[in-house]
């Protein structure tokens, strides 16, 4: 069983700026989330896939978008980067939204806006 | 709206002495709590979870709806128990996005 998987593990890009961020989910979860853990901070929800369907999204602008693929690997794409965007990246997959299962989760991607 | 509150930055104890990592939670429907804990280096993993009322590694949690909390306890601390602990809490707010709602961590350092 392979678990999350996120690419690449550090990126550092300048201030306006688009980036990619990508992650494989968990074989057969089908249910992908996206946070963003600032430094000293706990993991701030960001939004989340299900079956290629956004079904949630946490208070973050419209410049963080995503994707969910047939195969449920997942992208996080931030436009217009800002300085405050230096965070790291967490991936998380969950089988179906099933209750009480929690999330497994990636190793995450360091951004650095510079 | 979901809040999880970790009253304790940093948390330090000595081997063998009991260790309670307190959470507090806010939410208006029926709240699933977890644990989630991070090792140096390694990747955020799921500790414990409320509803399956089990004991990981010999931590164990209770969840007391009337004073909205699910503190962490372990009778005796190993010094491999030291790591970053995160409480978190999980709610389907109106629909079947169960997302998580992290508090800010509490970092636990157990001492020889």
Redesign the interface.
Same mark, same amino acid.
């Given at each position: 069983e392979t678990g999350v998987t996120q690419s690449p593990t550090h990126l550092i890009k300048t201030r306006g700026q688009q980036v990619t961020l990508r992650c494989s989910s968990q074989s057969g979860h089908n249910t992908v $989330?996206w946070?963003q853990q600032a430094l000293?901070?706990?993991?701030?929800?960001i939004f989340?896939y299900?079956r290629e369907e956004e079904?949630?999204r946490?208070n973050f602008p419209p410049r963080f978008s995503g994707l969910q693929f047939p195969n449920y690997s997942s992208e996080l794409n931030v436009n217009a980067l800002e300085l405050d965007d230096s965070a790291l990246y967490?991936c998380?997959s $969950?089988p179906d939204?099933i209750?009480?299962?929690?999330?497994?989760?990636? $190793?995450?991607t360091r951004l650095t806006v510079v | 709206a979901q809040r999880?509150t970790q009253p304790e930055k940093l948390l330090s104890v000595f081997k063998g002495a009991p260790v309670e990592l307190k959470c507090n939670y806010s939410y208006s429907g029926s709240p699933?709590l977890?644990w989630?804990v991070q090792y140096s280096r390694q990747?955020?993993?799921?500790l414990l979870?409320h509803?399956?009322r089990e004991s990981i590694k010999g931590f164990t949690a209770d969840l007391n709806k009337g004073e909205t909390s699910f503190h962490l306890k372990k009778p005796f601390a190993q010094e491999e128990d030291s790591a970053m602990y995160?409480c978190?809490l999980?709610g389907?707010s109106g629909?079947?996005?169960?997302?998580?709602?992290?508090?800010?961590?509490t970092l636990l350092t157990v001492n020889p």
């Open positions: $989330s946070y000293g901070q706990g993991p701030q929800f989340q299900y079904n949630g946490g967490l998380a $969950s939204g209750r009480g299962y929690g999330y497994t989760f990636g $190793s995450g | 999880v699933e977890f989630y990747r955020l993993q799921l979870r509803i399956s995160y978190a999980s389907n629909g079947s996005n169960y997302k998580l709602t992290f508090g800010k961590g």
